[in-house]
C-alpha cells in the first residue's frame, strides 16, 4: 500500500539517512525544494542533483512540495501568476528529473476556490501524465465552506490530482489530540462525500506532537522522537485516552537547559504506535489509497519496523 512523507529543513547528508531509517516502506518522498517568490514565481532550495540520484537508486519517487507556509499574500500572488508558475514547475521538474509535484498552499480562503482549483489543473496539463500531481488539502471532518477548508473544492482537486493528501492533524487549538481518531475518521467520512474514489484519498499522519504549558493558550509542537526523553527526564506521567486514541503526557519543569521548554507544568498531547495503529485501521477501513505523514525525520524511527512494515496486517 502507498505511503509517501513529507521532508522539511534539512541537509542532504540528514535526508537520506532519514530515508534509509525507513526500510523500504516509502514509495514517494517531497522534499522542500519548491518555494513562492514574492512575485509569485517559483524560488528552488536545496535541489541537490545528487540527492534526487540517490533517492532514485532507492527506487523513490521524488515529489517536491510547493509551499506558502501559511503565508496568505504568497499564496494568492501564486495564484495570480499560476499561469507561469505552473510552465516554471514543469521546467523543473524536466530539468531535475523530478517525479512529479505536490501542491501544499495553505491559509487561503473560499475567494481563491476557483484560483486553486485552476491552478491545479494547469499544473496537471503542464506535465507529463505519467509524473504525479498530488494536493495536500485541510482536513474538513465538519464540511465548513468558508475560511481556509473552503479554499479546497475536494471534487474537481481529484479531477487534476492522482492524490488528495489529507492533513488530518493540528486538530486541537487548546490542550487536546493532535489527531483523536474520530475526528480523523469524520474527515475521511467527508472527504468521500465529494464524490471522490477512496484510492484518491491519503490520508496524512502527524509525527509530532503538541505541547501547551497550564492555563496558556499557544501551543509548541515537539517532534516523536523528542517526547519519551523529554517526559522521562521530567518526571512525567503518561496516559492512554481510549475516547480519542491519543497518549498524554503530564510533567511539570523546573530547569531544563538541554530541553525546547521554559519551566511550567505542561501537558502534551502526541502518538504511539497504539495511536498510529488506531489511524491506520481507518485507511483499511475505507479502503483509501494510503499513508502520508508530516514530517519525516521528527518520528522515533522504530515505527517504521514496529508500525508501518507490516500495516497490512494489523
Known sequence: MFQMSYFYSGLSSDFI???????????????????IR????????????????????????????????????LGRYALKNRVLLAKQISH????????G????????????????????RL????????????????????GWTKG?????????????????????????????????????????QYALTQKISPQKLVL??????????????NSQAIPLYLVDSLVKRHNGTIIFDTKSQSPKAVF????????????????LWFENEQSLRAKIKIVQKYNLKGLGSWSLGQEDSSVWNKVFKNYKDL
Open 101 to 120: 509535484v505536490n501542491i501544499d498552499i495553505e491559509n487561503l480562503t473560499e475567494k481563491d476556490r476557483k484560483a486553486f482549483t485552476d491552478f491545479v
Open 148 to 188: 481556509w477548508h473552503g479554499s479546497y473544492d475536494y471534487e474537481n482537486l481529484a479531477k487534476y490530482a492522482d492524490y488528495l493528501m489529507v492533513m488530518a492533524y493540528d486538530e486541537s487549538r487548546l490542550a487536546g489530540p493532535t489527531a483523536s481518531v474520530g475526528w480523523v475518521e469524520r474527515s475521511i
Open 38 to 73: 514574492k512575485d509569485g514565481s517559483l524560488l528552488l532550495r536545496s535541489a541537490d542533483p545528487d540527492v534526487i540520484k540517490t533517492l532514485h537508486r532507492r527506487k523513490l519517487k521524488v515529489v517536491p512540495f510547493l509551499s506558502n507556509h501559511w503565508n496568505q499574500d
Open 92 to 99: 523543473a521538474i524536466e530539468e531535475l528529473d523530478l517525479d
Open 204 to 217: 496524512g499522519l502527524p509525527f509530532y506532537g503538541r505541547c501547551w504549558m497550564n492555563g496558556e493558550s
Open 252 to 267: 511539570t519543569i523546573n530547569h531544563d537547559k538541554k530541553g525546547p521548554l521554559p519551566s511550567g507544568t505542561y501537558t
Open 17 to 35: 539517512q532519514h530515508v534509509d531509517q525507513t526500510n523500504g516502506v516509502l514509495n514517494v518522498v517531497s522534499p522542500d525544494f519548491f518555494y
Open 123 to 142: 499544473v496537471r496539463k503542464s506535465i507529463p501524465g505519467h509524473k504525479e500531481v498530488s494536493v495536500a488539502v485541510a482536513a474538513n471532518p465538519f
